[in-house]
Nanobody
Framework: VQLQASGGGLVQAGGSVRLSCAAS????????WGWFRQAPGKEREFVAGISWSGITWHGSRVTISRDDAKNTVYLQMNSLKPEDTAVYYC????????????????WGQGTLVTVSS
């Protein structure tokens, strides 16, 4: 199983970014997918998730979606703030949605989002 996250970069406050997570080596639509982030000196935290059945959990400035034909999960973030600066990780698990990083089995390498003020 391989997860490849991409789409990070430098964004101005108030802007938007869409992150992608391309998966290979598995039957994509059977799994639950999560996006997490980790800022320097902080613990990894849940950002959004989408279950195999399409149930989503996310905050007000965030949207998660997936394209089963492309084996890709997306994270759209809007109205970005400097405190959104972090490395963003995608992850998958073979069970229901969870906000706990420890519940996820496979992780991508992370993509850095830096929001400038």
């Amino acid at each position: 199983v391989q997860l490849q996250a991409s789409g990070g970069g430098l964004v101005q406050a108030g802007g938007s970014v869409r992150l992608s997570c391309a998966a290979s080596g598995l039957t994509f639509n059977r799994y639950t997918w999560g996006w997490f982030r980790q800022a320097p000196g902080k613990e990894r935290e849940f950002v959004a998730g989408i279950s195999w059945s399409g149930i989503t959990w996310h905050g007000s400035r965030v949207t998660i979606s997936r394209d089963d034909a492309k084996n890709t999960v997306y994270l759209q973030m809007n109205s970005l703030k400097p405190e959104d600066t972090a490395v963003y990780y995608c992850a998958m698990r073979d069970s229901v949605l969870s906000r706990l990083p420890s519940d996820y089995d496979h992780w991508g390498q992370g993509t850095l989002v830096t929001v400038s003020s």
